[in-house]
Structure formats: C-alpha cells, structure tokens
C-alpha cells in the first residue's frame, strides 16, 4: 500500500527523472544544432621555398605544425555560421583571416585553425584568447596575443618574436635562435632556448629560464615587478650580471668574481661574476622583483 | 609674378597644370618648380595610403549591419545607402599608430639620454631631469581614447595591462625624481615605455582584424 509520503517521494523521484530527461534531450539537440552549425574547410596552397604564412583568428586556437612537403594546409572549423574565413594568397605569400559577421557573440565566433606549413616558411599568428601554437619550424615566428597562451618549441635558426599582454608564454627547444619576447603581465618560461640574442620583458610576470644559456649569445631578461628565476647547469660558461633596484637578489650557482665591473655590486641586491668560459652574456634586471640564480641537480 | 604670388594659388596647382603667368612663373622659377613637383609626390603618395588602408565596402556593409542590429544607428533614409567610416574615425587608427611611435620615441631618448648621462655624469651630476615625466602626462587621456571602441571584455584586459605599465612608469620616474643619476630606474623607465608601446601596438594591430 501506498503511503501518503511513498507516494510524494514516488511522484518527486518521477518529477525529477523527467527533468533530467529533458535536460539530456535538450543538452543533446544543443549540442547537435552546435556540431551541425560547425563547418570544416580546408584550403590547400603550393608555395615555394621562403613562403610567408599568417593566420589572424580573433578569437580561437591556432596550431601550426610542419608539412612534409611544399603544401600549406590549412583546416578552419568555424563554430558557426557567424563567423567565416577570408583567405588572400598572392605569389608566395598566404593570408587567412577570420571575420566576424552580425549576430556573431562570444559563444559562436570562434574558428579552430589547424595549419601545416613548409617548415622552412615564415609564420605570423595572432589571436585574441589562442590557444597559439607552433612547432618544428626553421623559418620566422612572428606571434601576438591578448590572454593567448603561447606554446612555440622546437624552431632553429629563426627569429622567434611574441608579443602577449597577459597571455603566459613557453618556449621550448629553441636553438641559433633570435627570440625577443614581450608581455605585460603573462609569465615567461624559456626551457632550453639558445641563440644569439635572447631578449625578454615583462612588467608584472614572472620569467624562468632553464638551460645552459648556449656559446656565445647574449641573454636579457626583464620584468618591472616580477621575479625572475634562472636554473643552469654547472658546466654552462656564462657571464652573468643580475641587478634588482628595490628586491632582492639570491644566487645559488658557483660563480667566479669578476676583475671589472661596471658597477659595484650590493650585497642582496645584486651580483656578478662568471662561470667555464663566459661564453655567453646574461644580464637579469628587476625594478622590485626578486632574481634567483641556481644550479640544477 | 613672385614666388609669394605663386605660392597663393599653389593647392590648384598640385592636382592641375599651370597655366598663363603661373605656368611661365613654373618654367622659370627653379624653387616654385621644385615645390610643385614635392607637393605632387606628397600627394599621389597619400592618396596610395588611403587606397591601401580602405577596407573594402564589405566591410562597412557588416559594420552597419551590426550597429543597426545593435540600435546605434538607423538604417538610412535612401536605398542603397552604406555606411561609410567617418574621417574620425578612420584617424583613430592611425592616431594609436602614432602614440605608439611616441612611446617607441620616448624610450628612445630615454635611452640616449641615459647613454649622455653616463658619459658626463662627472660633470653633470643632479642635473638630469627624469625624461619621462612629461611623457605621461597625457597618458590617462590618450588611455581613454584607446579603450573607447573596444568591446567591454578587451576593454577589461586592456585597462587592467595599461594600468600595470603605467603603475611601473611611475614607479620608475618616482624612482628617478629621488635620484635622478639612477641608470637603472632609467633603463626601467624605458622598457616601460616600451612595454606601453607594444599595448598600443597590439591594440591597433587587432583593430585592423
């Protein structure tokens, strides 16, 4: 027999099965209309060699990998008809733009951008909110983001530009490279990046740098507030000077002091001095931030 | 004719040729020739700017389109009409451009200033005024004007990157008001001026999107 409370929980476990029902109905006819207003394109260029490459996605990821051949592959999903791709491609040089049309908001305007490029062509990228990637490249990297995080790894013997305001930055395997790295407020990590020049600023973010600071290069890293933080093996040969105007300074890698220097160093705030050969130039600077210089295990 | 003469009637001159007086004054006058010929170039040169920077009519079809959509503004009164960008607001564009090259400027002096500063600091010492200071009087003006045409969420990230470099702008001019023999506030100061640059920089390269 049905008690009076059996039968209000009876009704209430019903009440609410069919609300869950209805929530995977309407989630599933969501999600279908979603995928159906996707469309896939591809577009497909033969270039020669030094070819330039750039993709302007306003909003949404762009994957840049190499092609094994003189192709440009380019595979856009836009989110929705809101949303389309201009492509403009004269002699050598391939452009594909988003573009927003009316109606688009931020839940439709997005455009996934899968690229493959000769590796040995110059890319530019740039996205609002990325993802940025690129990878295995020989030729320039130009990239620029908002809040993009960008991931650039495996490049040698190119230029290797990113400008980001708060997008975090990680450079990976960079090798003969001349990277110059600018972002306002996104933290900067550099794991094993060579190169004759190495530049890198940032106002509030943190950098850190692991590797061996190469032969020969000349290494700048700056941040107005934000720490700094380099770990080197013991073997690396390198000339190191690191300053912080009001933070503190701490290092924990064997250095020899140096005969000159062109300014006296203070006591926690600063300091200098070389290791193997001093092959390579590193001047770490932060206004308030705090540096620190240590040997990996 | 005199060359004052001439120069008064020198704007027809530059998209049409000179004729009676005018063209035996132009024959004859080497500097009103030369003037005239600089002031063509000047001119073909701009008029291939504007063509390059013009987006095409398709563009200002969706613009419209969407400020309708969005009531701030009427659909015109003719058919066919479209919406055209006003000279304004065409400037804007190249009016970020422009303060992105003074900030660029800014930290480049900032710089060389800074290299005349160590090589006669012996004898110049407490003189140097912190080069910055002027610089960013302007800058919560020429801030507004940049935010003015972005959506609120690139509004937001833009403030909040703008108020971080102007903070580390002052920061380092506080710094240098102290001790204006300061080489590394100095240095701060102009990687801060950089740093603002690349927030014009990439604020005008994502109008351009």
């Given at each position: ?51 330039t490459v750039t993709i302007a ?5 762009v994957?840049v ?28 040089r391939?452009l ?25 062509a110059s890319l530019t990228i740039r ?7 690129a990878?295995?490249?020989?030729g320039d990297v130009t990239i620029e ?16 530009h ?136 | ?204 390269d994502?109008?351009?999107?």
């Amino acid at each position: 027999m049905d008690t009076g409370v059996n039968s209000g929980l009876k009704k209430g476990h019903m009440s609410t099965a069919q609300r869950v029902g209805t929530f995977v109905v309407v989630a599933v006819t969501s999600l279908s209309s979603l995928a159906s207003a996707q469309t896939k394109k591809e577009f497909k260029y033969t270039v020669g060699s030094g070819a330039t490459v750039t993709i302007a996605n306003e909003y949404g990821p762009v994957i840049v990998k190499p092609s094994s051949n003189n192709q440009v592959i380019v595979i856009a999903t836009t989110q929705s008809d809101k949303v389309e791709v201009d492509e403009t491609r004269n002699g050598d040089r391939v452009l594909l733009r988003s573009h927003l049309l009316p109606g688009a908001t931020p839940t439709n305007r997005s455009v996934d951008y899968q690229v493959q490029i000769p590796a040995d062509a110059s890319l530019t990228i740039r996205s609002t909110n990325g993802p940025l990637h690129a990878e295995q490249l020989r030729g320039d990297v130009t990239i620029e983001g908002d809040s993009a995080p960008v991931d650039v790894r495996d490049i040698s013997n190119a230029h290797v530009h990113v400008n980001t305001l708060n997008g975090p930055i990680t450079l990976a395997n960079i090798r003969f490279g001349h990277v110059e790295v600018n972002s306002i407020g996104g933290d900067i990590n550099l794991l094993s990046v060579t190169g004759p020049l190495v530049a890198v600023t940032s106002t509030t973010g943190k950098i850190s740098y692991n590797g061996d600071f190469g032969i020969g290069g000349d290494y700048k890293m700056s941040t107005h507030t934000g720490n700094i933080e380099a770990v080197v093996p013991a073997d690396a040969s390198v000339d190191v000077t690191a300053r912080s105007v009001r933070g503190d300074v701490e290092n924990d890698f064997p250095l020899h002091p140096k005969a000159h220097t062109t300014f006296l160093p203070q006591k926690g705030r600063s300091f200098v001095g070389t290791a193997g050969q001093a092959a390579s130039s590193v001047l770490l600077r932060t206004f308030s931030g705090k540096i620190r210089l240590k040997k990996s295990q | 004719m005199t060359c004052s003469e001439f120069q008064d009637i020198l704007p027809e001159m530059i998209d049409g040729d000179a004729v009676g007086e005018h063209a035996v004054h132009l024959k004859a006058c080497s500097d009103c020739s030369e003037l005239v010929s600089d002031l063509r170039a000047i001119s073909s040169g701009a008029k291939l700017l504007c063509a390059d920077d013009e987006p095409s009519p398709r563009v200002w079809a969706n613009l419209q389109r969407t400020l309708e959509a969005e009531g701030l503004i009427h659909a015109p009164s003719q058919a066919g009409g479209v919406l055209l960008p006003s000279r304004r607001h065409r400037a804007r564009w190249v009016w970020v451009g422009s303060i992105a090259a003074v900030l660029a400027i800014a930290a480049g002096l900032l710089l060389q200033k800074h290299e005349s500063a160590r090589s006669q600091s012996a004898v110049n010492q407490g003189s140097t005024v912190p080069a910055g200071a002027t610089a960013s009087t302007t800058e919560d003006g020429d801030d507004e004007q940049l935010l003015a045409d972005m959506s609120p969420t690139a509004r937001s990230i833009y403030e909040e990157n703008l108020k971080s470099v102007n903070s580390s702008i002052h920061d380092a001019q506080a710094t240098l008001a102290q001790d204006p023999d300061n080489d590394d506030a100095r240095l701060f100061l102009q990687d801060a001026f950089h740093q603002k640059a690349m927030v014009y920089e990439l604020a005008m390269d994502r109008s351009m999107q």
